[in-house]
C-alpha cells in the first residue's frame, strides 16, 4: 500500500483542540498538557467535555460525538489531541463522521482507547499519530515530550528501543535483547492497543497488517486474556505476512491467581505464536503505557530495524518519482 495522506506540520500559531473521548477529565488534570502546548506556541482550545462527567465518561455519547465532531469541523483547529483514555471512544465512531478530512486533514493524536481513531483513519487512507496524551503528559519522560513536538512540527526523528542505555550497556546485558528477532524491513506502521484491535476484528474498522509494520501495545490484562486476543490474531492470520512487527509496553499483565499462575509472560505468548515466521521482531520498544511513551506514526512508511545492541524505528520521506 502507498504512504497514507499526512496533515500538514504544525506551526506555531496553530490551534490544537483537546477532547475527551472517554474517561472524565477537569481542565486542572490537563494543565501539563495545556502548559506543554503553549510552550510550543500553539493555541489550546479546550473541547466543552472538559470538565463534564456522567459516570465515567466525559458527557454521553452524543455529547462526546458532538464535541469530537465539532473539533474535525472546526477549520481553525489543526490537530485534535485526544485528553486521555480508559474506555468509549468506540461507542463514537457510528455518530462521527470523517469525510471532511479527506479535504481538510488534520492531526489526530493519542493512544490507547485511541486506537480505535486511528484505524478508522487508517481506513480513510490517512495517518495519525500515537502518542501521549496530555492527561498525564507531566509525568512522562523529557525524551517522550520533545519527540512528539518533534512528530508534530514535521521534523524528522527516529525511535530507538535503548534510548537510555550506553552501548557498552546493551552488549553487556545479553537478556535486555535475547528475545529480539534481527533484521530489516520496510513497511506502512500500523496497530496500536491490542485489546482494542482485538475488539474491532470483524467490523468495518478493522485493519489489514499483511505486508505492513505492526504494531502491539497493552496495559493491566489478565494474562490468559492476552492469549485469548493473540490467539486470535494469529488464527486470523495477521502474524503471517507481516513486514516486521514492534511490541511496545506490555505493562502491569497479571495472572488472576497468582497461586495458580498462566505460565508464560505477554512476550512469551507473542513470541509462541509467530513461530515459524521470519520477519525482524522486537519487544520492550519505548512506546504505550510507559513513562518515555515515543509517538509512532501510524500509516507513515518506517523502516524497522533489529540489530543484537536493539532497535530502531525511522520514518522515510517520500522521494517523488
Known amino acids: 500500500m502507498d504512504q497514507l495522506l499526512r496533515p500538514p506540520a504544525l506551526r506555531a500559531g496553530d490551534t490544537v483542540a483537546i477532547v475527551p473521548t472517554a474517561r472524565a477529565v477537569n481542565r486542572d488534570e490537563l494543565m501539563d498538557g495545556i502548559t506543554l502546548a503553549e510552550g510550543w506556541g500553539l493555541k489550546v482550545r479546550l473541547g466543552a467535555g472538559v470538565g463534564r462527567k456522567r459516570f465515567q465518561q466525559a458527557g454521553t455519547i452524543k455529547e462526546r460525538s458532538a464535541d469530537l465532531q465539532a473539533a474535525f469541523d472546526d477549520p481553525e483547529v489543526k490537530a485534535v489531541w485526544c485528553a ?9 465512531l457510528e455518530h462521527i463522521d470523517l469525510s471532511k478530512l479527506k479535504h481538510s486533514p488534520k492531526w489526530v493524536v493519542g493512544f490507547s482507547d ?3 481513531l486511528h484505524n478508522a483513519l487508517h481506513d480513510l487512507r490517512m495517518c495519525s499519530l500515537h502518542a501521549q496524551m496530555p492527561f498525564m503528559v507531566g ?7 520533545e519527540s512528539l513536538r518533534a512528530a508534530l512540527f514535521g521534523e524528522e526523528y527516529v525511535v530507538s528501543s535503548w534510548p537510555n542505555l550506553s552501548r557498552a550497556a546493551r552488549v553487556a546485558d545479553p537478556a535486555l535483547h535475547a528475545t529480539n528477532r534481527p533484521g530489516e524491513c520496510e513497511g506502512l506502521l500500523v496497530g496500536g492497543n491490542l485489546s482494542l484491535l482485538y475488539a474491532l476484528r470483524g467490523t468495518p474498522y478493522d485493519i489489514d497488517p499483511a505486508g ?17 486476543m493473540v490467539m486470535n490474531l494469529k488464527l486470523g492470520g495477521w502474524f503471517k505476512d507481516l513486514a516486521g512487527l514492534v511490541i511496545g509496553g506490555m505493562t502491569d499483565m497479571h495472572d488472576k491467581d497468582p497461586a495458580d499462575p498462566f505460565g508464560m509472560t505477554a512476550e512469551e505468548i507473542i513470541a509462541d505464536a509467530i513461530k515459524g515466521t521470519n520477519y525482524p521482531v522486537c519487544y520492550d520498544f519505548p512506546a504505550g503505557h510507559i513513562a518515555d511513551n515515543r509517538p509512532l506514526m ?9 540489530t543484537p545492541e536493539g532497535a530502531t524505528l525511522s520514518f522515510k520521506e517520500e522521494v517523488p518519482g
Open 84 to 92: 486521555r483514555g480508559g474506555y468509549g471512544t468506540v461507542r463514537l
Open 114 to 116: 485511541i486506537t480505535v
Open 139 to 145: 509525568a512522562k519522560t523529557p525524551e517522550c515530550r
Open 212 to 228: 505492513k509494520i505492526l504494531f502491539l501495545e497493552d496495559l493491566d490484562e489478565l494474562l490468559y486474556h492476552v492469549d485469548r
Open 298 to 306: 501510524l500509516g507513515r512508511k518506517a523502516k524497522l530495524s533489529v
